[in-house]
């Protein structure tokens, strides 16, 4: 149980160009998810918290109209990078939770995306 | 907010032998202190973690102890073999976030 899935797995685009990235909950309600980002051989760095039906919240230094958070439904949430540049390239990460978050709540986390722009 | 610091950043053992990671955080109010296990080219997995009100848990080779005085936790795997080679992360939860300390590199050479 608790399974978290993204696609695509691996993606590869052109400088200037637009990618979306999904995360689903496959086997449970997700009312809260995260985006991650993580650089190569560094930690991962909270991007955004998203509560199905409501906006986003971004973390300091995050533009949120170039990294659109859109949780639709319980059990989607999707990232698009907007007008990505070469310096946007990584691996993202999302999670979910399957309550409300509190502290100590676990999240599981998705198999990640492998981000290049070209 | 929260902070959290994570030694070594690189630890080579034999096989069979005991790895300690440890894992420092400086706000007090966090009390959810997981450890994850990241293999290349993949997300995140949760190995173990602990909250607030116990020093100490366990799960066969895996434990954790934490020491709130002192603001600072610790993975200890016993027993090591080559698959746990992987990048380990600490976190602590902060209110509504995860914050991850800087990981370590763990390889077991057979």
């Known amino acids: 149980g608790a399974v978290v899935s993204q696609h695509p797995s691996w993606v590869i685009c052109k400088s200037g160009t637009s990618v979306k990235i999904e995360c689903r909950s496959l086997?449970?309600?997700?009312?809260?998810m995260f985006w991650y980002r993580q650089f190569p051989k560094q930690s991962l760095m909270l991007m955004a918290t998203?509560?199905?039906?409501?906006?986003?919240?971004?973390e300091q230094g995050v533009e949120k109209d170039k990294f659109l958070i859109n949780h639709a439904s319980l059990t989607l949430s999707t990232l698009t990078v907007t007008s990505a540049h070469p310096e946007d390239s990584s691996f993202y990460i999302c999670?979910?939770?399957?309550?409300?978050?509190?502290?100590?709540?676990?999240?599981?986390f998705g198999p990640g995306t492998r981000l290049t722009v070209l | 907010g929260e902070n959290v610091e994570q030694h070594p950043s690189t630890l080579s053992v034999q096989e069979g032998d005991s790895a300690v990671i440890k894992c420092t955080y400086s706000?007090?109010?966090?009390?959810?202190f997981p450890w994850y296990k990241q293999e290349l080219g993949k997300g995140p997995q949760l190995i173990i973690d602990?909250?607030?009100?116990?020093g100490e848990k366990k799960d066969q080779r895996i434990a954790v102890t934490l020491n709130k005085t002192a603001k600072h936790f610790s993975l200890h795997i016993t027993e090591t073999q080559p698959e746990d080679s992987a990048v380990y992360f600490c976190?602590?939860?902060?209110?509504?976030?995860?914050?991850f300390g800087t990981g370590t590199r763990l390889q077991v050479f057979p």
């Open positions: 998203s509560n199905e039906g409501s906006k986003a919240t971004y």
């Open positions: 602990i909250r607030s009100n116990v």
């Open positions: 086997d449970f309600q997700a009312t809260t």
């Open positions: 999670s979910a939770t399957t309550a409300r978050l509190q502290a100590g709540d676990e999240q599981f």
């Open positions: 976190a602590a939860s902060d209110t509504d976030k995860l914050i």
């Open positions: 706000d007090s109010a966090s009390n959810y």
